[in-house]
């Protein structure tokens, strides 16, 4: 599983597509340029200074963006998140996120099809 994730990760996503085409808000976008391609002792002290803000982008972008590549790339950027400390499972728990619903795109499920 980490060499997928590593593997996923070496990928580069356009950012700034998805600003361009309003699927990120410019807040979000200075989030993950900061976030995005950093050292893991970068990236734990962005995570333990605003955590749930960095949650909450990558909640949104598999809510909102529907590319499988990056849906692939925030999911292996969670899992690294959580693997390196799974007490960071709390940032999902936070309550400036509690006006979202945090699970919904984990739990998205496929369209049922009735045959007739």
Not at 34 to 39: A, F
Not at 42 to 57: E, I, S, T
Not at 75 to 98: G, W
Not at 103 to 111: T, V
Request: glycine content about 4%; hydrophobic content about 40%.
């Amino acid at each position: 599983m980490a060499q997928i994730c590593l593997k996923v990760l070496k990928k580069d996503i356009p950012w700034e597509t998805y600003l361009t085409t309003k699927l990120i808000t410019g807040t979000g976008l200075q989030l993950l340029r900061r976030y995005d391609k950093k050292s893991e002792s970068q990236r734990a002290a962005l995570l333990d200074d605003d955590g749930p803000a960095y949650v909450g982008v990558f909640v949104n972008i598999l809510r909102d963006i529907s590319s499988e590549e990056t849906i692939e790339y925030v999911l292996a950027l969670m899992d690294e998140i959580l693997s390196a400390n799974p007490k960071r499972a709390r940032l999902f728990h936070d309550s400036t996120l509690s006006c979202s619903d945090t699970y919904s795109p984990f739990l998205r499920q496929a369209p049922v099809v009735l045959l007739s």
